[in-house]
Nanobody, 121 residues
């Protein structure tokens, strides 16, 4: 059984910071990519940041320069450092991974349950 466990969401004032964590656990052969999506009320889910097994990163234009994605391969964990937060960053943030479970030839997508980030004064 493979699962993604998220933590770090909460309420912060504009200009503040939060650090999200996502740890993949279970019978995993390899992880090809991990990252974060978010969905605000009344809006579509969008990609925020991602990192491949080779270390290549991608960021949405709206967060570039403010958010930083990092990883700890030994722990199968990624971190999203969010600085200079704005009210428009308010959303549910979902961790996502593309991985191969042990004994499975093909790649499968997995999702965390989501963590709420609220930016408000």
């Amino acid at each position: 059984q493979v699962q993604l466990v998220e933590s770090g969401g909460g309420l912060v004032q504009p200009g503040g910071s939060l650090r999200l964590s996502c740890a993949a656990s279970g019978s995993i052969f390899s992880i090809n990519a991990m990252g974060w999506y978010r969905q605000a009320p009344g809006k579509q889910r969008e990609s925020v940041a991602s990192i491949t097994s080779g270390g290549n990163t991608n960021y949405a234009h709206s967060v570039k320069g403010r958010f930083t994605l990092s990883r700890d391969k030994a722990k199968n964990t990624v971190y999203l450092q969010m600085n200079s937060l704005k009210p428009e960053d308010t959303a549910i943030y979902y961790c996502n991974a593309l991985l191969q479970p042990l004994g499975v030839i093909y790649e499968l997508p997995y999702w965390g349950q989501g963590t709420q980030v609220t930016v408000s004064s």
